[in-house]
Nanobody
Framework: QVQLVESGGGLVQPGGSLRLSCAAS????????IGWFRQAPGKEREGVSC????????YYADSVKGRFTISRDNAKNTVYLQMNSLKPEDTAVYYC????????????????WGQGTQVTVSS
């Protein structure tokens, strides 16, 4: 059974950092593109960052460029999202998703989703 589990969310002050993890089970991440998405209350889901399965290409939304970094550790079957210089507008539920293709396009139809982890940036 394909399963994605996010962790690492929490409450952080503006300017702080968090690292989200997306652990996969039931399949090997090596052949999957992974995306991080977020949804704030009353807003549409947004593609934050995506990473391809094999060529290492990445995508970042303009709102997070220079602050967030996506990476993957295939040996641990885990993808990370390092979030620095966090802002209150980064507050949202963050989801990871996987698709069996080599693409860093966050507009891709990701078929498998995790349950999400809450990130709250507030003083």
């Amino acid at each position: 059974q394909v399963q994605l589990v996010e962790s690492g969310g929490g409450l952080v002050q503006p300017g702080g950092s968090l690292r989200l993890s997306c652990a996969a089970s039931g399949f090997t991440l090596d052949y999957y593109a992974i995306g991080w998405f977020r949804q704030a209350p009353g807003k549409e889901r947004e593609g934050v960052s995506c990473i391809s399965s094999s060529d290492g290409s990445t995508y970042y939304a303009d709102s997070v460029k220079g602050r967030f970094t996506i990476s993957r550790d295939n040996a641990k079957n885990t993808v990370y999202l390092q979030m620095n210089s966090l802002k209150p507008e980064d507050t949202a539920v963050y989801y990871c998703a996987a698709v069996d293709m080599n693409s860093s396009d966050c507009q891709t139809d990701f078929g498998s989703w995790g349950q999400g982890t809450q990130v709250t940036v507030s003083s």
